[in-house]
């Protein structure tokens, strides 16, 4: 199988690692890639968002299957342009990328499947906001209409915050407060069929503790020991089977990766957010921990065929990732550092690119990662510390408590 992957990030090098191991993936190209990416894929030129150049891209490298890293292509119609040729691609239509594309997309097709979700309202203007801030209350949830690399979202008791938030952004899904801590599955589906991959979790403010502003995901570790036993169960037949069957019956069916990011309420799994590829940076945790090829789970998803797919199997222990940030990060990046230490196994590579003489440099906010499994969640914790301990880049910054808590048992779901 000849696959060429679409994107450039720390998912994409974690999808390429996976791709790359997978024997049945004869040949790998990744476009554009990034400096990790290379040592396992050839690299090609490509604007990831152009649905022509990634079509005739796929035809030229006689790919059997491309794969979509990243949210934009999609909600660019991407997919959509690389099946119009006869070729297989992991990634939903335009259409169904909708559900990542407008949260109140996602909320109305979770409104008509039943989903169980927060309760929301799409605003316009200042007076609807203010409505709908004074019907839910403090901590007040304000997210931008559309697409912001997870970065559109404030959570916050500060009313005046939270009006302001709305007013930059325009057009805003308010929604009532979830509490509980956050759990985020992917699953594999072709429209019909639909395979759950282990259960994560990921750390989405900047600084330890939760505080600070909200990035792309600054950490994650999987499996979850404190997750409700049938959590990934519930969650299938509450949510992902509802889901996929209202996409089926608007004629956008939805085949590709559903990241359905939840929040384990006292009154049970809530749906925070559908996303419609790979999550970053829990991709890294959970992918290292897949024993299942990689390509071939893939190709069965992209090709209608994911119900004669083999039950996965899975690596035993633990993984975890820490993200080591650029200066600056997320209000305002530093790139162009240069970055020792970071070319060893285990290092996912996102934010990097490499000069003509071999010097590394950051290219992003989120730079790098260091990704460790071991043979429990302490292990997998001090191993992924010790590979970012060993990274030099000026001004850097990465979390100190990434997986601690579920380490020392202390993540209890409130009720
Ligand atoms: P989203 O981009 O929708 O995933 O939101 C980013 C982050 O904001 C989530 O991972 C949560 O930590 C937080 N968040 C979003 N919606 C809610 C909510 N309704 N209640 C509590 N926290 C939320």
């Keep these: 199988m000849r696959v060429l992957l679409v994107g450039g990030g720390g998912r994409e090098h974690a999808l390429a690692l996976g791709l790359a191991g997978d024997p049945a993936v004869e040949a790998l190209v990744a476009a554009p890639g990034n400096p990790g990416i290379a040592a396992v894929a050839e690299l090609r030129e490509v604007t990831p968002t152009d649905p022509a150049a990634v079509a005739a891209l796929a035809v030229e490298v006689a790919a059997d299957l491309v794969v979509i890293g990243p949210e934009a292509p999609l909600v660019a119609g991407v997919a959509d342009a690389v099946r119009a040729k006869g070729i297989a691609v992991f990634g939903p239509s335009a259409e169904a990328a909708r559900l990542e594309g407008s949260k109140t997309f996602a909320k109305d097709v ?14 316009e203007d200042a007076s609807a906001v203010a409505q709908a801030l004074d019907e839910f209350g403090a901590p007040y949830v304000v997210k931008d209409d559309g697409l912001a690399a997870g970065k559109g979202v404030v959570v916050t008791d500060d009313r005046a915050a939270a009006e302001r938030h709305a007013a930059e952004c325009g057009r805003v899904v308010i929604e009532e407060y979830l509490s509980g801590p956050e759990v985020s599955l992917f699953v594999v589906t072709d429209g019909e069929a639909a395979v759950p991959l282990l259960p994560a979790q990921d750390f989405k403010r900047v600084g330890d503790g939760d505080t600070g502003p909200n990035t792309g995901g600054m950490g994650a570790y999987a499996p979850l020991p404190w997750a409700p036993p049938n959590l990934v169960d519930d969650v299938m037949r509450d949510v992902v089977h509802p889901t996929l069957a209202e996409l089926r019956r608007r004629g956008t069916p939805f085949a590709g990766l559903l990241y359905v990011g939840l929040a384990i309420t006292p009154s049970g799994p809530r749906v925070i957010e559908f996303n419609a590829r790979f999550g970053d940076p829990e991709t890294q945790v959970v992918l290292a921990l897949l024993e299942t090829p990689l390509g ?17 199997r899975w690596r035993d222990g633990a993984a975890v990732t820490v993200v080591v940030a650029a200066d600056g990060y997320p209000a305002g990046p530093r790139t162009g550092d240069v970055i020792t230490g970071a070319d060893r ?19 992003g906010g989120r730079v790098l990662c260091g990704t460790a499994t071991g043979p429990d969640l302490a292990a997998a914790r001090d191993a992924a510390y010790a590979l970012v301990r060993d990274v030099e880049l000026a001004g850097s910054h990465h979390r100190t408590d990434i997986a601690a808590a579920a380490v020392d048992g202390r993540i209890t779901i409130p009720g």
């Design 345 to 363: 196994a285990g290092i996912i590579h996102a934010g990097t690119r490499r000069d003509a003489d071999g010097t590394l440099r950051s290219a």
């Design 296 to 312: 071939g789970l893939l190709h069965a998803a992209a090709t209608g065929t994911l119900g004669a797919h083999p039950p996965l």
């Design 110 to 123: 979770m409104t008509a499947a039943g989903v169980p979700t927060a309760r929301a309202y799409t605003c």
